[in-house]
């Protein structure tokens, strides 16, 4: 069982940049892969980054479209901690963002296994 809990997020104008943090419980957190989704008023959660568990200390990343290049996700497993550092950001980006941990880095949606509460982030412009 892993429990998560994000934070990190609030209110910036648009251009400034959050990042958010999401804990987990559990000894086995390493062995995950761990995402970001995000999910706006109306609309679908929707990916947005995901970082492997570490592979004899290399990690892979993927990251949505709508993302590359302006947000990094990274991860500090003796923290059992993962981040995200979002830059550039534009009202769009305007969700509840939810951390989530799979056993797959290439899971779809429905096949991560534990979530977060999720943390608000909202972009003014």
């Known amino acids: 069982q892993v429990q998560l809990v994000e934070s990190g997020g609030g209110l910036v104008q648009a251009g400034g940049s959050l990042r958010l943090s999401c804990a987990a419980s559990?000894?086995?957190?390493?062995?995950?892969?761990m995402a970001w989704f995000r999910q706006a008023p109306g609309k679908e959660r929707e990916f947005a980054a995901a970082i492997s568990g570490s592979r004899g200390g290399t990690y892979y990343a993927n990251y949505a479209d709508s993302v590359k290049g302006r947000f990094t996700i990274s991860r500090d497993d003796a923290k059992n901690t993962v981040y995200l550092q979002m830059n550039s950001l534009k009202s769009e980006d305007t969700a509840v963002y939810y951390c989530?941990?799979?056993?797959?880095?290439?899971?779809?949606?429905?096949?991560?296994?534990?979530w977060g509460q999720g943390t608000q982030v909202t972009v003014s412009s």
């Open positions: 989530a941990a799979s056993r797959n880095l290439r899971a779809t949606k429905n096949e991560y296994l534990y």
């Open positions: 559990g000894r086995t957190f390493s062995t995950y892969a």
